[in-house]
Nanobody, 127 residues
Framework: HVQLVESGGGSVQAGGSLRLSCAAP????????MGWFRQAPGKEREGVAV????????YYADSVKGRFIISQSPGKDTVYLQMNTLRPEDTAVYYC?????????????????????WGQGTQVTVS
């Protein structure tokens, strides 16, 4: 079982920045896809950004390209999401998710069914 612990959410004014963290204590898989999804009230959960451990590529939703950056810790057990130039439409609960044992796939990375483990979510509010 993989536990994901998220932190870093909060409230910010439009144009501001936040950094989310997702820690996976004891995550020992050599390869995995890990990243962030979000769900706004009344909307479906959507992919924001994911990355494959080891630098094999990251994928972003068009709505966040150029504003959000996903990165990994050297110890491979934490993924970060740096969110810049935030907009009110970025307001949502952000969830960390991971699929151990395989890389992120360009054509299907945003499909929530592919992810085995999820965090509890952290609220991001942009006003």
């Amino acid at each position: 079982h993989v536990q994901l612990v998220e932190s870093g959410g909060g409230s910010v004014q439009a144009g501001g920045s936040l950094r989310l963290s997702c820690a996976a204590p004891g995550y020992t898989y050599d390869t995995y896809c890990m990243g962030w999804f979000r769900q706004a009230p009344g909307k479906e959960r959507e992919g924001v950004a994911v990355t494959t451990f080891g630098g094999f590529g990251s994928y972003y939703a068009d709505s966040v390209k150029g504003r959000f950056i996903i990165s990994q810790s050297p110890g491979k057990d934490t993924v970060y999401l740096q969110m810049n130039t935030l907009r009110p439409e970025d307001t949502a609960v952000y969830y960390c998710a991971t699929r151990p044992g395989s890389r992120c796939i360009s054509g299907s990375w945003s499909s929530i069914e592919q992810y085995n483990y999820w965090g509890q979510g952290t609220q991001v509010t942009v006003s």
